[in-house]
């Protein structure tokens, strides 16, 4: 068990101390990545940010190289972040979505097979996620698949069921789910939408997430202008 301890002690102190996303990976690539799956997933709770955000981008390559040797594993993985987000597990799915959308971004076969499940999180009529932290996990975690899978996650009507959070009084989740509609655009019938991005223009609120880019604060406002921009409406 001390050696669990230690191991975790060891990702953990990897994950607080390298910045840098490219570098970060580097050094996590020289760990077997079953080992690292674990210590990753339970950074999800960790009481730094940004740490945990390191954690979810991290997950997603060390899924992908056990899919590459055992596809099987791999699914194992992702139905372990699925049970977060069960209520019978009892947990608070702190960073399961997004650990689920980083595995299936970073290996095709994945993405194909579980991007339905990622997008029925938020479909009334499927296993809709009512918290307020698990909405915008599946928020990001569309607008950060649609770099990729944008036509398919078209097809599963994706932007429907963002919509409504839109209007969430949860900023976050009302912020990411601007920017995942922005990613998605352009959009049929996204005119309706725009009533509720405009809405959000005067929100001073700030979500930190990572953007495909960088990691940083985003103020609600800019998610929404930039949603409106992509549409046409800028």
Excluded at 37 to 42: A, E, K, N, Q, R
Excluded at 48 to 66: D, F, K, M, Q
Excluded at 106 to 128: A, F, K, Q
Excluded at 199 to 209: D, G, H, K, Q
């Amino acid at each position: 068990m001390s050696r669990v301890r230690d191991f975790r002690r060891e990702v953990w102190g990897v994950l607080s101390s390298v910045p840098d996303l490219p570098r970060l990976l580097e050094a996590l690539g020289r760990f077997p990545p079953r080992k690292l799956v674990s210590p990753l997933i339970g950074a999800f709770c960790h009481r730094e940010e940004v740490v945990r955000w390191r954690a979810i981008l991290s997950l997603g390559p060390t899924v992908a190289r056990i899919a590459e040797e055992d596809l099987e594993a791999a699914r194992i993985v992702i139905r372990r972040l699925m049970w977060m987000l069960n209520e019978e597990s009892g947990g608070m799915a702190w960073g399961a979505p997004e650990g689920m959308a980083e595995c299936l971004y970073h290996h095709p076969r994945l993405s194909e097979e579980y991007t339905p499940i990622l997008v029925s999180y938020l479909r009334p009529d499927g296993n809709m996620l009512e918290y307020p932290p698990a909405q915008r996990g599946v928020a990001w975690g569309i607008g950060r698949l649609a770099e990729k899978e944008r036509e398919r996650l078209l097809a599963l009507r994706a932007p429907e069921y963002l919509e409504p959070l839109l209007s969430s009084p949860d900023f976050a989740v009302a912020g990411l789910s601007a920017w995942a509609l922005g990613r998605l655009s352009p959009l049929p019938e996204q005119e309706l939408l725009i009533p509720k991005l405009e809405a959000l223009l005067s929100r001073e609120e700030e979500v930190f997430f990572y953007d495909g880019d960088r990691l940083s604060p985003h103020p609600v406002r800019a998610l929404a202008k930039e949603a409106l921009e992509l549409m046409g409406r800028g």
